[in-house]
């Protein structure tokens, strides 16, 4: 698949799934997702969940366990920002 098709994907997906918020929890719940590690992001979201409120989170919504997946494909660490660049990895 090229390039320009696998961003149109991401698009597509970003436009449903969050409206292309990169800082939003499923519900619209929105926080400084972008300035947070990808460690801090799973601790809200465990907490989130702990409070049985939406944990799905930044632009494509990532469910805790997925998010954890694909941090070994993707190549972001745990400690890594959870920005636009490596939320879009």
Known sequence: ???AQLGAIRELI???ESGGNYNVFAGGDTADLENMTVRQVLELQKKR???RKPQAAGKYQFQYTTLQEMLGPAG???DDQFNRANQDK
């Open 49 to 51: 969940m702990a409070e």
């Open 1 to 3: 698949m090229q390039v």
């Open 76 to 78: 972001v660490g745990l």
């Open 14 to 16: 970003s436009r449903v």
